[in-house]
């Protein structure tokens, strides 16, 4: 009939009667409708109620704090009943329902935070940057946090796992350590890395700096990788390789863009690092094995890319820890050495660095160690520099600990300098540093 | 840059040839966390299975190094068993230095040896590291029990049918014959054969056992006097109080009804200091406690100096299968500990 009108009608008042009786039509079906569905929902409610003892919703209902009327004044009438409030449900009275689709805070990320604070004192002072320094020049005797580190750790899906680790240091500065994404268990014995992160080049290169045998990184690596050591956003892929000449070889290809700013680019240059490690590991016996790595990184050491930076390592570590009183007992021994090529306008310099570090644990809490040091600067061989630290550290618990650490350096270009520094670092959390 | 990238791609192809593994034919690879759960696994998969254990029986296993002999383990592994608890926090990054999708988490290859075992001291409330080195899901020491055994074989079964289907009956009867064993052990197998292995073990989980076994008869005489095994042998010591050193004895000490009054450690994972050890001693001196059982993977200075100072046994332990060179299967072990409690007590 309504066609038959619209037919009727001039063009100029189509449009205002077909809206009105299209608006008609719209609210007489739903007020037919309405109490239909109302009933299915109340009986459906009603036989759930019914079936209460056993079902479990989806998300989780707790018993309202309203009382009858408040409800009534809070809840209009119809949600009542499609709540299953109301009615024929007088047990199910002063439930409220929830859904599950806000309360998903069970898949947020493992989050732990570590804070990492020292304090220390040298002689003599001396102009802040002459000597490359642990915290960097230009730090007094005094406190320092050196970095409160975030990690944040979550499978992304059945095949891959996000990590994040970013810290504030004590002066409110943001630092993005790692940020990446792996597959685990690719074909091949591959796993594979994207993002930001440490490069494996040698060992404590890829160790975050709360988890180092030392307070600091030795001076070969704050030397040739810079403070921060080497790290970049790029791509990485590492074999677990078929059995070759040691128990276990592996190899790890990487790619970065930028560098360290020191052997190579400023970090996010438009220029690429090529990184390499590859391992050998021997157990020789069930208490003691041995890891040798050797090491390699490519790449340009000025913006332009013109002027190319090579650099080799060479990786120990002896370790024997006997495995019935692993607690107690552990002997550490650990050397990193590192050769750079680094072209400059005026030719090629070489030069190179490395240290020894031992580690002794006698007892539950106790570790004691020496790291002795040696390192070129990469821009020059002529100037060389030595340090030997004594290390004693106290493991409160499995979660926090205090070190001392006393550390004389020598210098060619600058003053000698005694240091003595009291680190503490804490860790909140599940994340724990395996190291092996 | 370009030639590097060559190099990079050419290595990527290399890694990927020398990478792929070659299956081996015939006996499947077990390696588990605990050397427990292998000798279970023996057990269970008999000839067809070879297996391997990551911790060694005398070694913490709360404490591994995540070695990549390890995961070059792992990697061949076509079952990997695990407590599937936190106690073992290093299996993870083994896992994934073993690039074997086979045995990540959920797949056939993994096996959670916990799965179905009433776990005790679950926490009931938030917990937080000011309690020690707590286990968020409760006490992973499941292993310390007999009837815990059980269902970890139970577990293992489940893992071994299901990368192995054509095996399914020969390691489902092999699993009977493991179960039939370790309640003769345990009960005896008069008892067993009264009553029933699974009832018998469903009584001495929530505590009804000895009440039922004192109350009924059989063939004209009580049961508790059919009963033999394990626990007929640790009646010695049902009811004996004693000292721990660590929270990792609670489940034998439930199935053979000791009673753990203290631990050496002031806190689970906390090293004994000098005022906790004072309150310790005081409470043997004060309970006549005569028995401090330790780990043999703990240092032995404060139990023996406890020794020392209150006249109390202080009993070293394997924990483990392996923990001690004779000690090869788990029959072996729990024959160990009930001999040397036993023995420890008369010789008091």
Redesign the interface.
């Known amino acids: 009939m309504w066609r038959a009108s619209l037919h009727a009608e001039s063009i100029g008042g189509v449009t205002a009667i077909r809206l009105l009786l299209i608006a008609f039509l719209a609210l007489t079906s739903v007020a037919v409708a309405a109490p239909e569905r109302c009933a299915c929902d109340s009986s459906r409610a009603a036989s759930e109620g019914a079936a209460n003892e056993t079902f479990e919703p989806p998300g989780r209902w707790v018993a309202s704090p309203l009382s009858d009327k408040m409800m009534a004044r809070h809840l209009p009438a119809d949600v009542e009943s499609v709540a299953g409030i109301t009615g024929s449900l007088g047990s199910q009275q002063g439930r409220a329902f929830y859904g599950g689709q806000r309360l998903l805070s069970a898949l947020n990320p493992e989050i732990s935070l570590t804070g990492d604070f020292a304090g220390w004192a040298r002689v003599p002072q001396f102009p802040a940057d002459s000597i490359p320094e642990v915290y960097g020049p230009g730090w007094g005797d005094r406190f320092y946090l050196r970095e409160a580190e975030f990690h944040i750790v979550a499978p992304l899906d ?1 095949y891959t796992r996000g990590k994040f680790f970013f810290g504030i240091s004590g002066e409110g500065h943001f630092h993005l350590g790692e940020a990446y994404m792996e597959w ?8 594979l890395k994207v993002g930001k992160y440490r490069n494996q080049f040698g060992v404590l290169n890829r160790w975050h700096e709360h988890a180092l045998p030392q307070v600091d990184r030795p001076l070969v690596f704050t030397s040739f990788l810079g403070e921060e050591g080497l790290s970049g956003m790029g791509i990485s ?1 590492s ?5 070759l000449w040691a ?2 070889n ?2 790890t ?1 990487e ?1 970065i863009s930028g560098g360290d700013g020191v052997s190579f680019a400023e970090e996010g240059g438009r ?2 690092v ?1 990184v ?1 490690r590859l ?1 050998n ?1 021997w ?1 020789l016996s ?1 208490n003691a ?1 041995l ?1 040798v790595g050797l090491s390699g990184a ?1 790449g340009h050491n000025d913006p332009e ?1 013109k002027l190319s930076t090579r650099l080799g390592g060479v990786d120990l570590t002896y ?1 024997w ?1 006997p ?6 007992r552990t002997f550490e021994l650990r050397s990193e050495w590192l050769w750079s090529w680094r072209q400059t306008e005026q030719g090629r310099i070489k030069s190179w660095g490395g240290y020894v570090s031992v580690q002794n644990r006698f007892g ?2 106790w570790w004691g160690g020496v790291r002795l040091d040696y390192s070129h600067l990469p821009v020059s061989a002529a100037e060389t520099l030595k340090s030997g630290s004594v290390v004693l550290t106290y493991w409160q ?3 926090v600990f205090l070190r001392l650490q006393l550390q004389r350096t020598l210098c060619t270009y600058g003053s000698d300098i005694t240091k003595g520094i009291l680190q503490i670092v804490w860790s909140m959390g599940p994340h ?1 540093h ?3 | 840059m370009g030639r590097m990238l060559k190099i990079l791609c050419g290595m990527l192809a290399l890694g990927l040839g020398l990478g792929v593994r070659v299956a081996v034919a015939g006996q499947l690879f077990v390696v588990s966390t605990l050397p427990d759960y292998a000798a279970i696994a023996q057990e269970v998969g008999g000839e067809r299975v070879e297996v391997a254990s990551i911790v060694r029986g005398n070694e913490n296993p709360h404490f591994v190094l995540p070695k990549p002999s390890y995961a070059r383990l792992l990697q061949r592994a076509d079952l990997f068993i695990t407590s599937g608890l936190d106690l073992e926090l290093w299996a993870p990054t083994l896992i994934d230095g073993a690039r074997n999708a086979r045995i990540l988490e959920g797949e056939p290859g993994y096996v959670a040896a916990s799965y179905g075992v009433a776990l005790l001291e679950v926490p009931t409330r938030a917990v937080d590291r000011s309690a020690g080195d707590i286990h968020l899901y409760g006490n992973p020491h499941f292993h310390t029990s007999p009837i815990n055994a059980k269902k970890i074989a139970e577990n293992i079964l489940a893992g071994l049918q299901r990368i192995d289907p054509g095996s399914s009956a020969y390691y489902e009867a092999r699993y009977r014959r493991f179960v039939s064993r370790i309640d003769s052990a345990m009960f005896g197998p008069e008892l067993v054969r009264i009553v029933g292995g699974e009832k018998l073990s469903e009584m001495l989980l929530n505590g009804t056992l000895m009440d039922y076994l004192r109350t009924q008869e059989a063939d004209g005489a009580k049961l508790i006097d059919k009963l033999g095994g394990w626990l007929r042998e640790g009646f010695a010591f049902r009811g004996e109080k004693v000292i721990v050193y660590h929270k990792s004895w609670e489940y034998f000490c439930r199935d053979f009804g000791l009673v753990i009054v203290d631990y050496v450690e002031p806190k689970p994972g906390i090293p004994p200091t000098a005022k906790h050890v004072k309150e310790v001693v005081d409470e043997i001196q004060a309970l006549g406690i005569r028995l401090l059982l330790v780990d043999n993977y703990y240092e032995r200075n404060t139990p023996r100096e406890i020794e020392a100072r209150t006249g109390v046994k202080a009993l070293f332990l394997p924990h483990m299968v392996g923990g001690e060179p004779e000690i090869r299967t788990v029959f072996d072990l729990y024959d160990c500990w009930v001999r040397r409690i036993r023995d420890a007590l008369a010789a008091r």
Not at chain 1, 184 to 191: K, T
Not at chain 1, 239 to 243: G, I, K, N, S
């Open positions: 059945p685990v268990s690719l074909p091949g014995n591959l796993n892929a074999w677990l390789l078929p059995r128990h276990v592996e190899l290809l790619m220029d690429r090529a390499g391992k590991y157990d069930a094995y890891e490519l890319g370790k820890v495995a019935d009183r692993a607690l107690y539950a809490r618990s499995e979660f724990k395996e190291a092996y």
